[in-house]
């Protein structure tokens, strides 16, 4: 690769931006609690997508809400990830047994 001489004084830009892309490389997968926005970078999903996921299949644990702010827990996202139609699945049986508690709560109150 011939790099010309013309283009020597980009050479601090460029040692920048590489230290500036380092840092949140680092950031990002050391850091243990993520948004809505980060979670979905992180998975690859749209934002609207990890909401879906949370009404339907995340269970606590996996996400909090602090000061009217939701966060995800990294760690169970990968557990998540890794063994994710068990938990699917245990999700799914979760909203269902709410839905006929509901039900059945519902029925007692009239």
Known sequence: MNV??????LLPQILE??????KNLENFHSKRWM??????????????HIY????????EGIHFYKRGKLFF???EIDK???????ND???LAKKRMNEILDSVIGKTKR
Do not use: M, P
């Open 35 to 48: 948004n809505v926005k980060e979670l979905s970078h992180y998975l690859g999903y749209s934002e609207d």
């Open 17 to 22: 931006k590489l230290t500036l892309l380092e």
């Open 89 to 91: 699945q245990n999700a």
């Open 52 to 59: 879906k996921l949370k009404e339907d299949i995340f269970c």
């Open 4 to 9: 010309g001489l013309e283009n020597l004084e």
């Open 73 to 75: 827990d990294r760690i």
């Open 80 to 86: 998540w990830v890794i063994n994710g139609s068990n």
